[in-house]
Nanobody, 126 residues
Framework: QPQLVESGGGLVQPGGSLRLSCAAS????????IGWFRQAPGKEREGVSC????????RHSESVQGRFTISRDNSKNTVYLQMDSLKAEDTGTYYC???????????????????WGQGTQVTVSS
């Protein structure tokens, strides 16, 4: 299984954009669906987006549908999360993790999301 490192977070104003990256330490990334989830202070973890192993299938939570895009470049062992039209409620630490499929990701209960890396902090504030 890959070791994953998240990056790309930062401080952005409402309406702005960020692109997060989830980089794997080896070439096994392409065997897994990769899902992103986030955690805001004092709140439960929330699944955000998922990309299937080939990247052809993607899925987003209702809260980010139409604003976030997930993609992957398996040749670079990296999955990206493009976040546009950011809102204050998008603030949190974002994590990526491998799954057997996006169905597994979507059926994961909030208290069962497990962090594989340190996460990357996203703060949306004016």
């Amino acid at each position: 299984q890959p070791q994953l490192v998240e990056s790309g977070g930062g401080l952005v104003q409402p309406g702005g954009s960020l692109r997060l990256s989830c980089a794997a330490s080896n070439s096994t990334l392409g065997y897994y669906a990769i899902g992103w989830f986030r955690q805001a202070p004092g709140k439960e973890r929330e699944g955000v987006s998922c990309a299937g192993a080939s990247g052809a299938y993607t899925r987003h939570s209702e809260s980010v549908q139409g604003r976030f895009t997930i993609s992957r470049d398996n040749s670079k062992n990296t999955v990206y999360l493009q976040m546009d039209s950011l809102k204050a409620e998008d603030t949190g630490t974002y994590y990526c993790a491998p799954y057997t499929s996006c169905s597994e990701w979507s059926s994961t209960k909030r208290d069962q999301f497990a962090a594989w890396g340190q996460g990357t902090q996203v703060t949306v504030s004016s």
